[in-house]
């Protein structure tokens, strides 16, 4: 059974940082690349970062490059977002799921998500 797992969430000022992880299982993490999506209070669910499957690669959503890096630990089936210079445009709901499409793909592959973790930047 595929599962996900985030982490890492919490209250954070602006100009904060965050570590967010995501443990992955029931499928061949090491095959596939990794996104990362965040959902906000009214607002559709949108890609915020991708990573192959090797972790060579990454691409980041044009309002978090130069702030967020993802990584990934395929001994452990895990991703990992470093966010930096927090805004409160960044409060969401942050999930991670396997990408179709290779990492310059946009769409998840598996329907069944996590819980997520909650982000919220506040002052």
């Known amino acids: 059974q595929v599962q996900f797992v985030e982490s890492g969430g919490g209250l954070v000022q602006p100009g904060g940082s965050l570590r967010l992880s995501c443990a992955a299982s029931?499928?061949?993490?090491?095959?596939?690349?990794m996104r990362w999506y965040r959902q906000a209070p009214g607002k559709e669910r949108e890609l915020v970062a991708s990573?192959?499957?090797?972790?060579?690669?990454?691409i980041y959503a044009d309002s978090v490059k130069g702030r967020f890096t993802t990584s990934r630990d395929n001994a452990k089936n895990t991703i990992y977002l470093q966010m930096n210079s927090l805004k409160p445009e960044d409060t969401a709901v942050y999930y991670c799921n396997a990408g179709v499409g290779g990492v310059l793909g946009r769409r998840w592959l598996y329907d069944n998500w996590g819980q997520g973790t909650q982000v919220a930047v506040s002052s």
């Open positions: 029931g499928f061949t993490f090491s095959l596939l690349a």
């Open positions: 990573i192959s499957n090797t972790g060579g690669t990454t």
